[in-house]
């Protein structure tokens, strides 16, 4: 990349600012101190030696997994300030917001300052005030700021989301593969790049663009045990959410839709049933963005239903749920949004409702593209997100084996391992089903076939004659959501497809022959309608005593709203758990409690003592 000579010669002048004294055990006094936690998470402790010694660093760690940490301890150690290039807003504010609650200093630059705000802040960057700033790819690009960063200290440089910057992530967004040419402005300050999700190309690619000199690779599990992988056979949608939001008892939530129309839709159903639902999408207004997120983050908004943009980065630890409504593109886009939930390390549940026929409706998209690498890329995606949602092995095995990371173990924590399959012979059901799709023509859809073998008496099976059919009624002692759970499978197993060019009609393959014929016996799932595990709510899960829990939650809102705060940031779902199961009633034993810092201890702690001590003497 090409730069003028007075960019190169300005560059060429920057100092080195080596860590003089500070230490990995001093980055664990401050993890105690400030942050409240008594151990570094996997990854952290190795990463952040990289950054004090000066080196460059690629971290690849699971949403959830702490990797702010990474950047925030060194950025109280180093001389200087760290700059953290952020895709978007809401993580800089809210970021931002947490670290001045612990008593940081630290600030975000971005088009949503007021004049006067922007003023304040680079006054403060000038006198060495700031320890943190938060830019977009595009402030910190335009030629002026990048000349201020320049004459100041410039301690390290942390990309959070790196994948963005990749043709081959599932993000990639232009304005980060910009980010090279920071490397030639500020040459001798390391960098760090931060994902949760990028294959070994995409890696590369980091590594290749960002001009990382022989960066440190660290790598974390990408397992996220506290949560649970569900996936449904989507039949009735709006039902299924409805019912199992209503379990919820208003834990937070996030819910992903296809379409705008459709999260207006779900989110209006979901407010008719007395749950707190707002819908959230690009073609709202942004005072009603902004107001929705600002309810969310608050806990004033139980459950937000969006289109797949929302969620990245903001910092609400205590998503207890992320449902997909409908199938995502990728597993790393349904890894990274499934992610959202559960950050504080408390029980979370994802759940996918998934219909064959709306993974046929995005296969067709992708084939009416021009063939091009990216294509190709992006049809080998899909296809493994697919398999995912059929798998009928441990969905965590088959998860963390596409990231690379081998397993034979289940997990026993997803709808597979707590609920395996059962089989049967199920020849009988699938000549049925498939006789009914001969006798129609070959012509007609799942639910019209589904409609002739109950017997249904609608208006099209009479317009057809098909209420005449030897195979009408022949299925009447199933429900319709078991026979398309049998249809689905037939299809999975390439005995019927789906001929997307006429309306999906269901078509009989060469292989489902000599399973019509009664030549060779067929094995089949018995089909698992309605809730695939027991649905209980996430929030009542654990030792914990949960009606003292729910007490603290209340105490916890109380507080945030008097501070003006979100309750996250008080107490994370986690620590208000612990605190519910080891019932400290003293300062020294709250300082126990994982979560809970020395200015946290200071600030809050003494309401939550006398919430304990009250609840422990009305016992």
């Known amino acids: 990349m090409s730069q003028t000579t007075s960019n190169q010669s300005i560059a060429a002048s920057q100092d080195v600012f080596p860590v003089e004294g500070a230490s990995l055990d001093d980055a664990q006094r401050l993890l105690a101190s400030v942050f409240g936690y008594r151990e570094f998470r996997f990854g952290q402790e190795q990463i952040i030696g990289n950054v004090l010694q000066g080196q460059d660093t690629m971290a690849l760690l699971p949403t959830g997994a702490g990797k702010s940490l990474c950047y925030q301890l060194?950025?109280?150690?180093?001389?200087?300030?760290?700059?953290?290039?952020?895709?978007?807003?809401?993580?800089?504010?809210?970021?931002?917001?947490?670290?001045?609650?612990?008593?940081?200093?630290?600030?975000?630059?971005?088009?949503?300052?007021?004049?006067?705000?922007?003023?304040?802040?680079?006054?403060?960057?000038?006198?060495?005030?700031?320890?943190?700033?938060?830019?977009?790819?595009?402030?910190?690009?335009?030629?002026?700021?990048?000349?201020?960063?320049?004459?100041?200290?410039v301690a390290l440089v942390a990309i959070d989301e790196a994948h963005c910057i990749s043709q081959w992530g599932h993000d990639f967004r232009p304005e980060y593969g910009q980010l090279g040419q920071i490397r030639e402005w500020l040459p001798n300050v390391p960098f760090l790049a931060l994902t949760a999700t990028a294959d070994a190309v995409t890696r590369f690619d980091i590594i290749e663009r960002l001009q990382l000199r022989e960066p440190a690779l660290v790598?974390?599990?990408?397992?996220?045990?506290?949560?649970?992988y569900l996936v449904q056979e989507k039949y009735k949608p709006r039902v299924q959410v409805l019912q199992y939001v209503k379990r919820q008892r208003g834990a937070s939530g996030i819910i992903y839709c296809g379409s705008r129309k459709r999260t207006e839709e779900l989110a209006e159903a979901l407010m008719r049933d007395g749950v707190r639902a707002a819908a959230y999408h690009a073609g709202l207004p942004h005072e009603t963005r902004a107001q929705t997120l600002r309810g969310f983050i608050r806990d004033d908004i139980d459950v937000v239903v969006a289109t797949v943009a929302f969620g990245m980065g903001i910092n609400k630890p205590n998503v207890r749920f992320v449902i997909h409504y409908d199938v995502p593109r990728s597993v790393e886009a349904y890894y990274q949004e499934t992610g959202r939930a559960g950050r504080d390390g408390a029980p979370a549940e994802a759940l996918m409702l998934f219909d064959p026929s709306d993974a046929a409706w995005i296969w067709k998209l992708l084939d009416e593209q021009d063939d091009t690498p990216q294509l190709r890329v992006e049809k080998q995606k899909f296809s493994s997100m697919t398999a995912f949602a059929e798998a009928q092995t441990c969905r965590r095995v088959v998860l963390l084996n596409y990231f690379n990371e081998y397993r034979e173990k289940n997990c026993g924590n997803?709808?597979?391992?707590?609920?395996?399959?059962?089989?049967?012979?199920?020849?009988?059901?699938?000549?049925?089903?498939?006789?009914?799709?001969?006798?129609?023509?070959?012509?007609?859809?799942?639910h019209h076939v589904v409609e002739v073998l109950r017997?249904?008496?609608?208006?099209?099976?009479?317009?057809?004659?098909?209420?005449?059919?030897?195979?009408?009624?022949?299925?009447?002692?199933h429900s319709a959501e078991y026979w398309v759970s049998i249809i689905r499978q037939l299809i999975h197993r390439g005995l019927l497809i789906q001929d997307i060019r006429r309306h999906s009609a269901l078509m009989i393959t060469e292989e489902a022959r000599p399973v019509l014929r009664g030549e060779i016996a067929l094995t089949l799932a018995v089909p698992r309608l309605g809730a695939t595990v027991q649905m209980d709510s996430v929030i009542e899960r654990g030792q914990h005593d949960k009606a003292l829990f729910r007490r603290l939650k209340r105490l916890r809102k109380s507080i945030a709203e008097q501070e003006e705060i979100p309750p996250y940031a008080v107490f994370s779902d986690k620590t208000l758990q612990e605190m519910a199961l080891l019932l400290p009633t003293s300062r020294d034993e709250m300082l126990r409690i994982s979560?809970?810092?020395?200015?946290?201890?200071?600030?809050?702690?003494?309401?939550?003592?006398?919430?304990?001590?009250?609840?422990?003497?009305?016992?």
């Open 455 to 477: 017997g249904a008496q609608t208006q099209k099976v009479k317009q057809f004659g098909h209420d005449q059919l030897s195979t009408y009624g022949i299925g009447q002692d």
């Open 414 to 446: 997803c709808d597979v391992c707590i609920q395996p399959p059962r089989q049967y012979d199920g020849t009988i059901d699938a000549q049925k089903a498939l006789s009914c799709v001969y006798r129609t023509g070959q012509q007609f859809g799942v």
């Open 595 to 619: 979560g809970v810092g020395q200015i946290k201890l200071g600030r809050f702690a003494d309401a939550f003592i006398v919430e304990i001590k009250d609840y422990l003497s009305d016992e």
């Open 74 to 153: 060194p950025a109280l150690l180093l001389e200087g300030v760290t700059i953290v290039i952020s895709p978007l807003l809401s993580l800089m504010d809210d970021q931002v917001a947490a670290l001045r609650e612990v008593g940081l200093s630290a600030a975000a630059i971005h088009s949503g300052l007021s004049s006067p705000e922007f003023i304040d802040t680079i006054g403060k960057l000038n006198r060495g005030e700031i320890k943190l700033l938060y830019l977009s790819p595009e402030r910190i690009l335009q030629q002026g700021f990048v000349q201020r960063l320049q004459s100041m200290k």
């Open 219 to 228: 790598q974390g599990s990408f397992d996220r045990p506290n949560i649970r």
